[in-house]
């Protein structure tokens, strides 16, 4: 089974990227994130017509996330149990074949200790308690989206010049890690251990061009699940279409 996650950016937007790349690369599974759109508008129709199955969960203009599938998705659940309006567009999973799949956009939090960076240590502990109280870590179970935290420095592109700031502050990664420590596996660093591999790049300073960017979409995965990982790798190449996200998709392989 390959598993991607990609932070689309509106996939109103995306959409002729995305369809191409499905079509060219032909993963099994797809977890979107920032789809920006209200269900009624998701284009269905026309990811029918590549071959994929979908369900998503999304708002206008903002969050949003989907999963696609060659294969059937099943036992679909959308945000928290105990979710309501404020925590948002931004959990969604399903069981396809005998692997569970938790998408996640995190929230960003904009700047260390504003009223957003509170609501996202909020969210990362509810999601501890989501999956701790309804998810059995001996299964396979694969949590992956847009995380917006870079868990260690060597996620990120200048590690002494960010310290601190959004997307690597202690109370961040120390959330993070709590959820990690439920038994997840971080899928891509089984794979690659050097430095200098980004998933985001602000779209300003010519960050992108400058590799000055951040992993922060993440691909994690159950012990037993984890040990059947073949390879995973980040693609760069939609990113430097026209137009594009500002996040590059992320690709596991699984035996």
């Known amino acids: 089974m390959i598993i991607a996650t990609w932070n689309v950016n509106s996939i109103s937007v995306r959409l002729p990227q995305l369809i191409d790349w499905l079509q060219t690369h032909k993963p099994n599974v797809v977890c979107l994130q920032e789809t920006k759109t209200v269900d009624d508008k ?90 701790a109280h309804n998810h059995d870590m001996n299964k396979q179970l694969v949590l992956c989206g847009d995380f917006n935290i870079a868990t260690e420095d060597i996620d990120c592109y200048n590690a002494e010049l960010v310290k601190g700031t959004i997307m690597v ?45 951040f992993r922060i979409d993440h691909i994690w995965a159950s012990e037993s699940l984890a040990s059947q990982c073949e390879s995973v790798f980040i693609d760069k190449a939609p990113r430097k279409m026209e137009r594009p996200s500002d996040h590059a998709p992320v690709v596991a392989k699984f035996n």
């Open 42 to 131: 998701f284009p269905f129709e026309k990811l029918s017509e590549v071959g994929y199955n979908c369900e998503f969960f999304g708002e206008r203009s903002y969050n949003g996330v989907a999963i696609l599938s060659d294969r059937p998705i099943m036992n679909v659940r959308k945000g928290f149990i105990d979710g309501d309006e404020q925590s948002q567009k931004r959990l969604i999973e399903a069981e396809i074949d005998s692997v569970h799949i938790i998408n996640v956009y995190i929230p960003n939090g904009s700047a260390v200790g504003s009223s957003k960076y509170e609501f996202k240590l909020d969210w990362l502990q509810r999601l501890h308690h989501h999956i």
């Open 169 to 213: 502050s202690d109370a961040e990664r120390s959330s993070l890690d709590q959820v990690k420590a439920l038994g997840f596996v971080d899928t891509f660093r089984m794979h690659n251990k050097e430095a200098g591999q980004f998933s985001w790049w602000d779209y300003r300073m010519g960050c992108f061009r400058r590799n000055m960017g």
